[in-house]
Nanobody, 120 residues
């Protein structure tokens, strides 16, 4: 199983970016997908998560600015980030809790991370 992220980059304050994370491999089902971020010198934090068929949850610092969504037909999760602030600068990583072919329980997989830099 592989999670591949895309869409990071440099953006000015107030700008927008859209991150994508596609899961591939011998996947039977995906229970939940989410986005985390880690800024230099800080701990990794949950940005947003979305369970299969459930409601999304957001960190307080991004609520109203970020939107998480998923396309189950493509095993892909998106993070639309609007009104970006310099404090949003971090490496963003996606993860997925999923069942693989031949597996008996949920397993957690991570993407490699993509850099988001908000600066003028």
């Amino acid at each position: 199983v592989q999670l591949v992220e895309s869409g990071g980059g440099l953006v000015q304050p107030g700008g927008s970016l859209r991150l994508s994370c596609a899961a591939s491999g011998s996947i039977v089902s995906i229970a939940s997908m989410g986005w985390y971020r880690q800024a230099p010198g800080k701990q990794r934090e949950l940005v947003a998560g979305i369970p299969n068929g459930g409601s999304a949850t957001y960190a307080g610092s991004v609520k109203g600015r970020f939107t998480i969504s998923r396309d189950n037909t493509k095993n892909t999760v998106y993070l639309q980030m609007n009104s970006l602030k310099p404090e949003d600068t971090a490496v963003y990583s996606c993860n997925a809790a999923l069942r693989v072919l031949g597996g008996s329980s949920l397993e957690i997989y991570w993407g490699q991370g993509t850099q988001v830099t908000v600066s003028s």
